[in-house]
């Protein structure tokens, strides 16, 4: 993993489906684990001791960033308490900064606990959201990024957070 965090990088791998099995050598075979340790590439815009956040990369619009724990969990309730303020002013952070980033008007901030978790790695979804911008209910379209669009909005968030800073 890069130490610059202003230098865009993709992933390379389909998240959907993986992440909930073991690795060859006994450990996690988790997607999110390997983008943690550097194995596998994203679009990263934040990283601190605490957690990584980097953009889904099938998005529900363009800046939907995941922000996931540095530490293998799976779900909410495997944090520590002592875990669960410090990782989730991270996820405050992000959500503060995605609609400045990215001019949208609020954000969806949403955790899948088992049902409906595509990576069996604690991970939260920001999404920007502007009236008018056709989400209805929980049943959403995903797209992809456009050649650049990713490492556009990464930029921009990444600037922002950087202003901004931890709370």
């Given at each position: 993993m890069p130490s610059d965090l202003g230098v865009s990088v993709r992933c390379a791998a389909t998240v959907t489906g993986m992440g909930d099995g073991?690795?060859?050598?006994?450990?996690?075979?988790?997607?999110f684990c390997d983008i943690v340790d550097g194995r596998r590439e994203a679009e990263i815009v934040f990283r601190d001791e605490v957690a990584i956040a980097f953009l889904d990369h099938s998005p529900l619009f363009v800046g939907h960033t995941l922000v996931v724990p540095l530490r293998h969990v799976v779900t909410l309730p495997d944090l520590t308490p002592a875990e669960v303020g410090p990782?989730?002013?991270?996820?405050?952070?992000?959500?503060t900064a995605v609609p400045?980033?990215?001019?949208?008007?609020?954000?969806?901030?949403?955790?899948?606990?088992?049902?409906?978790?595509?990576?069996?790695?604690?991970?939260?979804?920001?999404?920007?959201?502007?009236?008018?911008?056709?989400?209805?209910?929980f049943f959403w379209p995903r797209h992809r990024y456009a050649p650049g669009e990713a490492a556009s909005a990464g930029a921009r968030l990444r600037r922002v957070i950087a202003d901004i800073g931890p709370a």
């Open positions: 073991v690795g060859a050598d006994g450990g996690h075979d988790c997607v990782y989730f002013e991270r996820v405050r952070l992000i959500a400045i980033a990215l001019d949208a008007q609020g954000t969806f901030v949403a955790e899948n606990n088992v049902v409906s978790q595509s990576v069996a790695h604690l991970h939260v979804h920001v999404v920007p959201r502007t009236k008018g911008d056709g989400l209805r209910g």
